[in-house]
């Protein structure tokens, strides 16, 4: 039953509502997501309603980036966590806070794993890691260049492992060696006689991966049986329940999980603490940390039966939502200095001039700001964006450009200006009919709703002239791909810092040549997230 006054579909009544012409989009475009906003631009409409399950309610969408941020950050007593998000990562992941609503359970989940978010730890321990394991991923590359120079390779994979052993390391300071065993199996390798060739594309000889790794892969993406069954979190449940690869993998997965855990509590009592703290090396340092603290406030022992699981599967979020997500934002912008040659030469230029021809190290990394470098990360971010939707749930009823919205409704606001690469968002609002947040915000941030020229990938757009010089700009253009407010994106600072590492090290030591037009494509392979379908290069070691 539609809710009165907001637009639809007439077809959206039919008995499988928009589900039928949805399948029919995803057929045509790779990808279901992209499918509302397509939509609403198609009406030029900023807010319809889709129905997608008999007898359900239907789903509201917003399709204007002011009032979407607005509902995000200023209006979260009447908008949370929705259960139609929640119950993808639920099977997988039951006590960990990105399940829950914003309750105290929450409060105390995000308190365990704040302080690794700060700038001391991210500016140590963080960039340290994503140092070392992107230099093991370069190490790979240079034995694969060196092995076959001139070839047009697909380094999605590599791209990954590289991620997952930067977020193992962050999160209990051991090495996984993911990229290593790669590169030790290409070492053992003097020559590749006859590779391996598919439509232009040359296959590199690999090794079977550490198993942890394969576990993890395979976890993430099991959340996909959540979204894609019709009886959703209970498919997935039964699935981690039944399938023996999955039981396997849950089954390594939180023993080695949970091992991490005691020996930092091990560590933790041994070592004087005083002298530890602040000086945490891992992310399962400061939960140990910030554990026994609450334990020994609230008089109880810590890691006991009340918090175990809620500890340990908040270090499972941390392995969860760090690893695939950076790295699907990675190979986008790979592929985009592929494509934009002009691009990739100024990004050389900007950080060869700000490391003044010294190569950088983490603590140099760590110091050194390059304007147009944090502008490419945020391009690519906005460009690339694999993330289509941030969803929310009504917690009263309440209203939305002027519509009146029932308690208990989905809202998915659209995250991207522009759907898919080439049409801008011509939905016009009436001013009066936004929330009075909405209508002040306008005031305070003028330039941010500046819709020029948003198809293009333009760097230079997130680029001030100021007194001091030229500046980036965070606030140039909307930005929602980590979704925003109290319950967007907790890991932002830590990716931001992961994507400027990787790509000031990739331009330093590497060339990204162009490849044939046949092999470059920008095709989305749509998971939970939206992934390039593959990211193939052709790799130059610099001189
Ligand atoms: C480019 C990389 C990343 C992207 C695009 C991304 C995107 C997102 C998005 C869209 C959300 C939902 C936000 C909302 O509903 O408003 C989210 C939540 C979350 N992300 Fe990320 N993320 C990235 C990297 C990371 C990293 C590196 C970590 C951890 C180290 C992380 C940890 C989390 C957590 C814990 C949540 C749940 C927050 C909550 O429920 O309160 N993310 N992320």
């Known amino acids: 039953k539609p809710i009165p006054g907001i637009p639809y579909n007439v077809e959206s009544l039919r008995p499988f509502g928009d589900l039928t012409a949805a399948l029919k989009y995803r057929k045509k475009h ?4 992209t499918y509302f906003a397509s939509k609403c631009l198609e009406r030029h409409e900023p807010i319809m309603q889709f129905f997608f399950q008999p007898f359900a309610r239907p789903l509201v969408v917003v399709c204007d980036q002011r009032e979407g941020l607005d509902i995000l950050t200023s209006r979260s007593r009447e908008f949370d966590r929705s259960p139609l998000f929640s119950n993808l990562f639920r ?27 700060s700038p001391a730890f991210l500016g140590s321990v963080g960039v340290s890691t994503a140092y070392s394991a992107t230099m093991d991923m370069l190490d790979l590359w240079k034995r694969k260049a060196a092995l076959l120079p001139h070839h047009v390779i697909d380094v999605k994979e590599d791209v990954f492992m590289s991620l997952v052993d930067v977020i193992w390391t962050v999160t209990f300071g051991s090495d996984l060696q993911v990229c290593k065993t790669q590169a030790k199996h290409l070492a053992a390798l003097e020559s590749i006689a006859n590779p391996e060739m598919i439509n232009g594309l040359t296959i ?54 949970s091992q991490q855990l005691h020996a930092a509590y091990q560590k933790f009592i041994t070592v004087d603490t005083s002298a530890s703290a602040g000086k945490a090396q891992s992310a399962v340092e400061l939960v140990v940390q910030t554990e026994e603290q609450a334990a020994r406030k609230d008089g109880r022992s810590p890691l006991d039966a009340s918090t175990r699981d809620y500890i340990q599967d908040e270090l499972n979020l941390f392995l969860f939502a760090g690893s ?25 230029v900007a950080i060869s001039d700000a490391f003044d021809s010294h190569t950088p190290t983490p603590t140099t990394l760590a110091q050194i700001k390059v304007p147009y470098l944090d502008a490419f990360v945020y391009e690519t971010l906005r460009f690339g964006g694999n993330t289509q939707n941030t969803m929310r749930v009504s917690l009263v009823d309440t209203t939305i450009l002027g519509h009146f919205v029932p308690k208990g409704t989905d809202i998915f606001v659209v995250n991207r200006d522009i759907i898919p690469h080439n049409s801008s968002c011509p939905c016009p609002v009436d001013e009066s009919k936004r929330s009075p947040t909405s209508q002040a915000s306008k005031k305070s941030t003028p330039l941010k709703w500046s819709h020029v020229d948003l198809n293009t990938f333009r760097p230079e757009r997130w680029l001030a002239e100021t007194t001091k010089g030229t500046e980036f700009s965070p606030q140039a253009v909307p930005l929602l791909t980590f979704g925003e407010g109290p319950r967007g994106c907790f890991g932002r600072r830590f990716a931001e810092l992961e994507m400027r590492v990787l790509f000031t090290l990739i331009i330093w030591h590497f060339e990204l040549l162009p490849i044939p037009a046949e092999l470059e494509d920008f095709d989305p392979l749509e998971m939970l997230t939206m992934a390039p379908a593959n990211c193939r290069v052709k790799l130059r070691e610099s001189q």
Request: with cysteine; charged share 20%.
């Open 30 to 33: 790779r990808a279901m997501m």
């Open 324 to 348: 695939s997500t950076t790295a699907e934002e990675v190979c986008w912008g790979l592929k985009l200095l592929t494509a934009h040659q002009d691009v990739q030469e100024k990004l050389r």
């Open 91 to 117: 099977a997988v992941l039951p006590h960990s806070s990105i399940v829950m609503q914003t309750n105290d359970q929450w409060k105390y989940n995000r308190r365990l794993v704040s302080n690794t978010m």
């Open 204 to 257: 590199v000889p690999s090794c079977k991966p550490p198993q942890i790794y394969d576990s993890l892969v395979r976890l993430f993406g099991s959340s996909q049986i959540a979204l894609e069954s019709p009886l959703g979190y209970k498919a997935h449940w039964l699935a981690l329940k039944t399938s023996t690869p999955l039981r396997r993998a849950i089954k390594l997965r939180d023993a080695l999980v």
